[in-house]
């Protein structure tokens, strides 16, 4: 599983934010608290504060590393059962 951490002023210099009900930052704050609490050891945080094109090209490289280390496995079994 992957966490996007991102800092607050980063968010908030992005598209529109603050104009959706969740989108207030103690509210988020609190979210982001709450996802650290559940947090498991196979979660990977992912630096999510670089640009959008830095972010996809981290992120399909970790799928990639992901699915060569399971062979597909864990894909296999979300289609298949």
Known sequence: MFFLD???QEVKSR???GKELYEKE????LVKEKYFLLREN????VDANDSVENLNKKLV???DTFLKEKKGDIIKKLWLD
Not at 42 to 45: D, E, G, H, K, R
């Open 6 to 8: 991102i800092n607050e």
């Open 15 to 17: 598209g529109d934010y």
């Open 26 to 29: 103690e509210f988020q704050k």
């Open 42 to 45: 196979n979660w990977t945080i």
């Open 61 to 63: 490289g970790l799928m």
